[in-house]
Nanobody
Framework: QVEILESGGGSVQAGGSLTLSCRLS????????MGWYRRTPRQDPEKEFE???????????SYADASTGRFTISRIGARNMVNLQMNSLKPDDSAVYYC???????????????WGQGTQVTVSS
């Protein structure tokens, strides 16, 4: 069973930066779409994870409006491993961040793997 391993979260002040990393516990040879998502305590648990950014298997990246201009998603080599560089962080960015493989090229579900534990990002004002 392949598991998703997210890391790099932490606590920063507004305006700070963090880089999140997503690795898989097992190898998946075929290149897939990869995305970053987040959930906050305020979100309805019945709703889907909020899309932050994703990159298609062809290397095209897209961002949610709230992420555009501040976050950058990048694939590590030709593998199913991605980073998320987050700059100019705001308190509203505070959430648990997850990555996964969306089966659709728009970054939305369904997803190929079970969700991992995520990594907590806390931004203080």
């Amino acid at each position: 069973q392949v598991e998703i391993l997210e890391s790099g979260g932490g606590s920063v002040q507004a305006g700070g930066s963090l880089t999140l990393s997503c690795r898989l516990s097992g190898g998946i040879l075929a290149i897939h779409h990869m995305g970053w998502y987040r959930r906050t305590p305020r979100q309805d648990p019945e709703k889907e994870f909020e899309l932050v950014a994703f990159i298609t298997k062809n290397g095209i990246s897209s961002y949610a409006d709230a992420s555009t201009g501040r976050f950058t998603i990048s694939r590590i080599g030709a593998r199913n491993m991605v980073n998320l560089q987050m700059n100019s962080l705001k308190p509203d960015d505070s959430a648990v961040y997850y990555c996964n493989m969306p089966l659709n090229a728009n970054g939305l579900g369904p997803f190929a793997l079970p969700w991992g534990q995520g990594t907590q990002v806390t931004v203080s004002s």
